[in-house]
Every structure is written in C-alpha cells, then in structure tokens.
C-alpha cells in the first residue's frame, strides 16, 4: 500500500510544482527550461529475461532523470534505487547460443550475466579496459580487446592467451656484416682463445634460448597507424583487423570568450571540406600460417569509375583519365555466418558514388561481387550504413545474408543466397523501411516503416521468405517499438502531433490492447490547447508532391502575415504525425498562429522519408529545388489560404538557416523577412563528411559550390535580415557568420542584424538565450509582416 501511495506522488509531483495554467503563450513562457512541459520517458531497455523494462523518465520535476522500472507483472512505474542501478548489468552484450548467459562491459571489464538467476560473475578486473568481446565457437572461453591486441580467455580454467602482438615500432633488421668486417672478425677467432671461447659461449646460448622459446603471437609492426575491429573467425582460423592512417589536415581554431579561467581559450574544431582524408587498408591474420595479408580491392568491379560531374570540367576529365587509378576505398569489418565457413564486407568508395556487397575468401584477401549500390548523386537512405560496414545487414543462416538497398528508389530489405547469388526484395513500394532487426528464430524480420503515409510510423512483422507484413502497432502517430528478449511483448514508446512522447506496453500480435505506463506533461502544459497541425501537400515546379503541416490562426491578422519555417540538418523529416524534435518551434508556431499569422513548416526537396530521388534532389545545387519548395509553398498560401503575398517571412536553424539566407538573397519578391539561426553561409567552410555527399569537393567540383553559398548571393538582400549565431558553435563555426557580416557591410546593406550568443553551441542550451533568440524573431515578424 505504501508502495502505491509512493508512486501517486511520484506522478502528480510536477503537476504540483506547475500547479497554475498556463494562459496566453509568451516568448518567456515557452522558452524556458523544457522540464516546465514534463519530462517524457526515453532510453527503453529490457532485461535479459524479458519480464523487465528499466526507462529514465523524470515525473517530479527533478535536476536530471533517474531510472524507472515496470515489470510484465506489474505495470505500474517504480524508481530504481541507487544501489540498484549500480549492480544492473550493462544492457548491451552478446548471448550465447542457449540465450541463458550473457557477456558484457562494464566499467572496463567483463563480466557473464546467468539470464535465468540474474546473477552475474566477474571475469576481469584491470586497470585497461576490455572491450569487443564474444564467446568463442565452443563457448568455451570468450575473445576480447585490451589495449591494442587480441586476447582469449578461458571459462574452464582461466587461462589467457595472447592472440595479436601488435607494436608500434619497427624491427630493425639484423644487420649483416661487409667483406671488411668479415675477415677482421675470422682474424680474431685465429688469433685469441679467449675470443673462440667467448664465441663458442654465445653460439650455445644462442641454442639453448632456441630450445626454450615459447611460441608467441608473430609481431605486427602498425607505426603509427590506428587499430579497429580487431576479431577472430568463428572456427579461430582467421584474426581481421583495420588499420587507420590518419591525414594530416588543418583544424580550425574557436576561441572562447567566456572561459572560467578569465582567459580566452581556443577550442579544437573540425577540418573543412576537402581537407586530405584518412585512409583504411583491412587485414587477415591466418593464424596457422603465421601470416599477414592485405584484403585486396583492386579487382572490384567499377574501381576506376569517375562520376559523371566530372565531364562538366574536360580538363579535369582527360586528367584523371590519363591516370586510370583505383578509387580509395573503405573495406568494413568482415561479417562471418555462425560457422565461420563463409564472410561478406561492405566495401565505400571514399567519394561515396559505390557501395559494394563483397564474399571474403580469407585465405587469399580476394573479393567476390555479391551487390553493387551505385549513386552518381551519393550513397545514402535508412539502413544503407557508411564506410566502416555499418547499416541494416547480416546473415539468416550460413548461406544467405540480408541488407537494405535503395535499388528500387526506397531503402527496402533485399535477401542474397551467398552461394547461387540469388536476390530477392522482401519489402518493396514507396515508402522506406527505416529500422530493421532479424527474430530469434531466422524465421522473420521486424521493422519499422512510413507504409502507410510518409509521416507515420508503424511496426511490422514479415516472414524472410516475403509475403504479406503483419502490422503490429495500431496507433496513428510515431511508433518506437522495443521488442522484448523472448520477443512476446512490445515496450512502445508513442506521440501525436500535439502530444509528447509516452511509454505504452503491449502484447507482440497484431490488435493486441495498448497499456498507456506514462503521464509525462505537466497541468500547466495540458492547460493549453496546442493545436493539431494540418497535413497538407502541394506540387512544386518539378511536378513532385511536397509534404507540409499547416498552423492556421483562428482570428487571421489584418495584415494576412504568414511563416514558414524550414527544419535543419537537409536530410531531416519534420513533416510528420508524432511529436517532433523541434518542440520549442512547435510551440512558437502555436503563438505565431495564436497572433494572427498562418505558419507552415515544409519537408522541402532533400528531407528525408520520402525515398532517394527526394533525398538526392539537391546535389550539386543546395538552395535550388530546396528553395524552390520554399516558394511554391508561398504561392499555395497566397493562392489557398489568403496570405497576402507582402507579407511572407521564413526562419530556421542550421540548413534552415541556410535556406533563409538563400531565400532573402535570391527570393526578395516572395520573402519580406527572415530569420537565419547559426547559418551555412559558404559550404567550403563546412565538414567534409556532409558537405562533399552533396557538393564533392571545392577544388574538383566549383561550381556546386558556386551555386550553393550564400556569401555568392548577398548582393540580393532587400528584405529585412536577422542572423544569430552561437560564438562557440564548433558545427558551423561562428567564423561563418562574421564573414557574411564582412560581406554586407562591403556591400553597405543596411538592413540587417546580427546577434551573437557567446556561451551557445551549435545547439543552443540556455533558456536565457532561446528566449532572446526568439524574441528577436518575433519582433522581427511583428515589425515586418503586419505593416
């Protein structure tokens, strides 16, 4: 009874701390401290045993969240005292085959988990960290990283064993004496006894270190090379491992102004696009043979290729032709079948026009072409991974493998017999299969997917022969869906549009009834209607259906004054039924609409849900088809929703902020004001691992460039411009913004602004600053669009 009472006040505690409603939006209201909302639950983990779901979740209002717990039993949420989370075993590891026992990290060592006692047995304690580990083929001991090199430990009696000997400098050679040399050391041997004798000495000693030497790992000089994804094969013939040669290229410098220490200090920031890259080469072991090969890729089909933008510059072209030389590539760590007998790598092109599906023969390093995925825009899409093997991939038995491919124009499940070379797509249609994970049986696949509208997310289930999916979760919104270990229950973390994300628990069957676990939202945040945006599309230029969520004020301002907000990071999905990660946003759209303007928020030509044309739509030109949405987004407003055409502002963060830079410069007629947050405004100056996807490189690819920076365009500016910028944004560095600011003023616009925040990352962190931030903003609009 005490237990109960104990979880009721748990519950109502923040709806006691935040007692009042709260009343008409403000700036200040919204844009404080998130926890006034309610804290939703996040970080859903089950036990090994499956009877156990352990979340963070902070209902009471507290500094930082704590661990809950509900049980298959009881699904009421109960706090996790302190003792109890320490002694909780990690809840990443790998399962033996049984499933009854469970290797894992934690504080640096390992330690065996027994699934059906809940007990666990330590099985190192060292100073270095233990990292990597299995068990082996037999289970009878289990494999793992210390340091830089391999280790076998026993379960039967404890015996470990080094299995690599990586070093770190060079053997020098024996050296071997000249003529010279030669003839002064017989001369001695002639002349001295003492001489012979030392040298019969030394020659026996020499045979009796013979005698006793141990056989040790052979040693493997890596310089100054960095190691990954060292592992042994199933049937411990094999030992791979990646060695990373790191490019020396420049960094930038943030300084940062607001240091504890009184002093301005520097921050070590990131490189530029098409700064020189490092490089991987991936190796085999062969154990038996003491010996080291070089998985070779010189072979691969399509090695040579050269994209097709280089035709846009004919010398260039006739350069590189002359040259006929191998693509860098980045070979993943090898992927081996429970018996060891077969293996598959993904193998990236560095300038990520190729991915390649290769069967490993590790006696000879050669690869064999099980799938190639060519872009000439770039290769990307849920579940396609990058460089380093990553993505939704492996195998269902020892002769076929899974992956996911955007082959069809969506990211869908593909089976491979490794044998017959086989292919078959399981999954097909214009939606994307966006997380993906194989039952514990090999019969099925679970996934999560936008089938039945891009914006809407559901879990199903699908035999991995094809046929008919099963849908198993039945809200309309976003669905995040944790299967239990034993695979019988779901922990579901749910929202709507209007309403933040909440732990739900059901059954593992299609129908099954949903268990609401959660109250997250404070009364103050519940006191307040917030609206249900309106999904609506429009045709662009290009003929393409773009996707966007409506806010319509129920008393429009005289003015007819609208906003439209552009989402960050390009390859994002805003546009959508659950509740979204632009929440502040969210909440200022609500009072934008709640002020007399009409607010619309677009998944512009690049977001992501929406396949691969859409998702590539912008190569080599940032700001064309992504602006263009932005206008014929405009014009629906005018033409649909009597927006008057004057009076049409736009703001957004990050490549938000980019678009509105683009819009104002290139736009002026259709946009009257904007607002651009920690803004790309010349992407030469960004990271090379986004950047050069899109654009390629500066120095090969120019005109992409010349077409996609704002700095190009600044001369357009007519309307009203707020820029804000984090001073130690180490993502798009404040050196960006200072250098459009230099630009405006050589071009003597006056009508512009910039606000710096000098303690803001790229993400901003401070209540203080978001309520400046966005009170800036709206006086903005005010001032602009409603006179």
């Known amino acids: 009874m005490k237990k109960i009472v104990l979880i009721a006040l748990l519950l109502s505690g923040i709806a006691n701390v935040n007692a009042q409603e ?220 990646r060695l990373l040669k790191r490019a020396e290229a420049k960094n930038t410098v943030i300084p940062d102004f607001i240091d504890a220490s009184g002093f301005t200090t520097d921050i070590a920031g990131r490189t530029k696009v098409g700064a020189p890259l490092s ?53 993943g760590i090898p992927i081996w079948n429970k018996s060891g007998t077969k293996a598959f790598v993904t193998v990236s092109a560095q300038d990520n026009k190729d991915r390649w599906l290769m069967e490993l023969n590790p006696q000879t390093g050669a690869l064999t072409l099980l799938d190639r995925q060519r872009d000439e825009a770039w290769i990307g899409g849920p579940g396609i991974g990058g460089g380093f093997g990553g993505g939704s991939l492996g195998w269902i038995d020892d002769e076929t493998l899974y992956f996911q491919s955007e082959a069809s124009g969506y990211s869908h499940l593909y089976t491979l017999n490794i044998i017959t070379k086989q292919k078959k797509q399981i999954t097909s249609g214009n939606w994307e299969v966006q997380s993906l994970q194989l039952s514990n049986d090999a019969k099925s696949f679970y996934y999560t997917a936008n089938t039945e509208h891009p914006g809407i997310t559901h879990f199903y289930k699908i035999s991995v022969s094809g046929g008919t999916a099963t849908k198993i979760t039945s809200m309309k919104g976003g669905n995040e869906a944790s299967l239990s270990p034993d695979e019988k229950f779901i922990a579901l973390r749910y929202s709507y549009s209007n309403k933040p994300w909440e732990l739900y628990f059901q059954s593992n069957s299609a129908g099954a009834k949903t268990t609401q676990i959660t109250k997250s939202t404070s009364k103050e945040f519940d006191s307040y209607a917030w609206r249900e945006p309106e999904m609506v599309t429009f045709t662009n230029k290009t003929g393409t259906t773009v996707y966007a969520r409506l806010y319509q004020a129920k008393n429009a301002d005289a003015a007819k004054p609208a906003v439209i907000f552009v989402h960050g990071a390009g390859y994002l999905q805003n546009v959508h039924y659950r509740w979204s990660t632009y929440f502040r946003e969210y909440m200022f759209h609500n009072l934008l609409a709640d002020n007399g303007y009409t607010v619309l928020d677009i998944d512009y030509t690049g977001s992501s849900g929406y396949g691969r044309d859409f998702r590539t739509g912008i190569y080599r030109h940032m700001g064309g088809k992504d602006l263009s949405d932005q206008v014929d987004g405009a014009k629906m407003l005018v033409d649909k929703y009597g927006v008057n055409p004057k009076h049409i502002g736009l703001y957004g963060g990050s490549y938000g902020g980019f678009i509105t830079l683009m819009a104002l410069f290139n736009e002026p007629e259709v946009f009257a004001a904007g607002a651009a947050l920690r803004s790309v405004t010349d992407w030469a100056h960004y990271n090379h691992g986004y950047t050069a996807n899109i654009l390629n490189e500066p120095f090969n690819d120019p005109k992409s460039y010349e077409l996609s920076s704002p700095i190009n365009f600044a001369t357009g500016l007519k309307g009203k411009l707020l820029m804000a910028h984090g001073m130690v944004d180490v993502n798009v560095h404040f050196q960006d913004i200072v250098r459009l600011s230099q630009k405006l003023i050589e071009l003597k616009k006056e009508n512009w602004e910039l606000a710096v925040y000098p303690v803001e990352d790229h993400g901003f962190e401070e209540p203080t600053s978001w309520r400046d931030e966005y009170s800036r903003i709206y006086k903005l609009f005010e001032e602009s669009l409603k006179k």
Do not use: H
């Not at 490089?279 to 070089?294: G, L, R, V």
């Not at 691969?300 to 510059?313: E, N």
């Open 279 to 331: 490089t991987t080469e991936t190796f085999i072991y062969q154990i038996d043979k003491d010996s080291t090969i070089s998985i070779k890729t010189n072979d691969i089909l399509g090695i040579k290729d050269l994209p097709d933008y280089v035709k846009d510059y004919p010398k260039q072209l006739a350069e590189r032709q002359k040259k006929n030389e191998d693509r860098t590539v980045s070979v």
């Open 22 to 241: 709260l009343g008409k939006l403000t700036v200040d209201k919204i844009m404080r401290d998130p926890i006034w909302m309610g804290v939703s639950p996040s970080n859903i983990q089950w036990s090994e045993d499956s009877k156990t779901v352990y979340f963070q979740w902070n209902p009471t209002g507290a500094s930082k969240d704590s661990w809950y717990f509900i049980t298959t039993k009881n699904l009421q949420p109960q706090k996790l005292s302190k003792e109890a989370e320490i002694a909780l075993p990690s809840f990443r590891g790998t399962l033996n085959k049984a499933r009854t026992k469970k290797l894992y990290e934690k504080n640096g060592d390992l330690f065996i988990l027994d699934i059906k006692t809940g007990t666990s047995k330590q099985i190192t304690n060292t100073l270095d960290r233990e990292a990597g580990a299995d068990f082996t083929a037999n289970e009878t001991a289990v494999v793992y990283q210390r340091g830089e090199n391999l280790y076998q430990q026993s379960l039967v009696d404890g015996e470990l064993i080094q299995l690599t000997n990586f070093v770190r400098t060079r053997k020098r050679p024996d050296a071997k004496l000249n003529s010279q040399e030669t003839w002064l050391k017989e001369q001695q041997l002639d002349l001295f006894d003492i001489v012979k004798k030392e040298d019969q000495i030394a020659k026996e000693n020499k045979i009796e270190a013979k005698f006793r030497e141990v056989k040790r790992p052979k040693e493997i000089s890596v310089d100054d090379k960095a190691i990954s994804g060292i592992q042994l094969s199933p049937d411990g013939k094999y030992i791979t491992y």
